[in-house]
């Protein structure tokens, strides 16, 4: 098993930039794919980026590509989401979720059987 805890949401400008953090715990954390999964108010949860066991190979919706990077650092067991440019659309709730085997893809949140409990991130115009 494993548990996730996100941070590092807030408020921030249009243009401006954040980095959220996604802690686990447990012994094998570089077993599981990870994803980061936002929800609006009022929108169902959509994916935003996935990365790989290692790392090497990464995903992102078409809405946040070239803004926003995922990278994993497995010796300090902790995702990150580095989010550029940001805009108010961006502005949601922000959850890491994880799982040992991809029984679909990494866009489906059913995929993923662990999960965080979420970061505010909020852009203002």
């Known amino acids: 098993q494993v548990q996730l805890v996100e941070s590092g949401g807030g408020l921030v400008q249009a243009g401006g930039s954040l980095r959220l953090s996604c802690a686990a715990s447990g012994r094998t954390f570089s077993a599981y794919i990870i994803g980061w999964f936002r929800q609006a108010p009022g929108k169902e949860r959509e994916f935003v980026a996935g990365?790989?066991?290692?790392?090497?190979?990464?995903y992102y919706a078409d809405s946040v590509k070239g803004r926003f990077t995922i990278s994993r650092d497995n010796a300090k067991n902790t995702v990150y989401l580095q989010m550029n440019s940001l805009k108010p659309e961006d502005t949601a709730v922000y959850y890491c979720?994880?799982?040992?085997?991809?029984?679909?893809?990494?866009?489906?949140?059913?995929?993923?059987?662990?999960w965080g409990q979420g970061t505010q991130v909020t852009v203002s115009s």
């Open positions: 990365a790989s066991r290692s790392g090497g190979s990464t």
């Open positions: 979720a994880a799982t040992a085997s991809l029984s679909r893809s990494y866009y489906y949140s059913d995929s993923y059987g662990y």
